[in-house]
């Protein structure tokens, strides 16, 4: 199978992912990860936004802490449960602070809502944000190399990822995997389609195999067999289970960058340990 050619050092670029913290101490904690991450001088951190705007505060804060410390922050957006009008005050806040990269994706509705929403996708959200302001932003969206678990099919998948980019998306970060040629095949997959934009691997480093295992049945991100095999027979290891985590993932890592990955996005759970550890065995500060 052929891959895509390889980025030069300068094309490649990195970014962290937080959660926004619920708890004074979460919030002291996150400025000390978040310290220890900038010194990598990452493209930028982006902040999760909780189910139908439940952390809309927090991540706005979250945010704006990062900002405020000279990092470049991209909010993630969704609209469920929330009105047009709600959405294009919280774009143009943002704005106004002056963040120029935001993460679209459709997010998840709340419950009880029945489905009343203004908008349902992410392409719709995408156009939202172009028509109020224009190309201020870089947007990011989602995609899926091994199928969303809501996705028909994988031609479906595709599809409306390029309703995304045809809506204006600049790039996008991919759910984690650890199998590369599911990425590589997914990419090959999107330009057959006419998607030209850069598809960043998303990357999750692995520290807890119970917690890794819940939620990647719920996303639909596969374990390789002999992973599994290997994290179970660790039991409560977990210094064992976190150094074969940081082990296999620099690995992955390697092999993507290799291949013609155009960067990594690091979904560090609010820790720097890990992240900086496969960091440094990747020599990125060196390149």
């Not at 969303?148 to 790039?171: E, L, R, T, W």
């Amino acid at each position: 199978m052929s891959t895509t050619n390889k980025s030069s050092a300068t094309d490649t670029r990195f970014s962290f992912e937080f959660f926004p913290p619920k708890t004074d101490v979460g919030v002291q904690k996150l400025a000390l990860v978040h310290k220890q991450l900038a010194l990598l001088n990452p493209d930028f951190f982006s902040v999760t936004y909780g189910a139908g705007g439940s952390t809309r505060d927090g991540t706005r804060q979250a945010v704006l802490n990062i900002h405020n410390s000279g990092s470049n922050a991209a909010p993630h957006l969704s609209f469920g449960g929330s009105s047009e009008q709600e959405i294009v005050s919280l774009i143009n806040d943002y704005k106004s602070l002056g963040i120029n990269r935001l993460v679209a994706l459709r997010g998840d509705i709340p419950s009880g809502t029945g489905g009343t929403n203004s908008f349902y996708y992410a392409n719709e959200l995408i156009e939202l944000i172009r028509r109020h302001t224009g190309d201020h932003f870089h947007i990011e969206v989602a995609c899926y190399p091994e199928i969303h678990p809501k996705s028909d099919s994988f031609d479906s998948d595709i599809h409306y990822f390029k309703k995304k980019v045809d809506a204006g998306a600049n790039s996008a970060i991919t759910q984690y995997f650890y199998n590369p040629e599911a990425y590589f095949y997914y990419v090959e997959s999107a330009r057959a389609a006419g998607i030209e934009v850069p598809i960043v691997p998303g990357i999750m480093p692995i520290t807890n195999y119970t917690s890794l295992a819940r939620f990647s049945t719920n996303c639909g991100a596969e374990i390789p067999r002999w992973m599994r095999q290997r994290l179970q027979s660790y039991g409560d290891d977990t210094q064992s289970i976190q150094a074969f985590g940081i082990e296999v993932v620099t690995q992955l890592c390697e092999k993507l960058l290799e291949g013609g990955a155009p960067g990594l996005h690091f979904y560090t759970m609010n820790q720097d340990g890990p992240v900086s550890a496969i960091w440094n065995n990747l020599r990125l500060s060196e390149k």
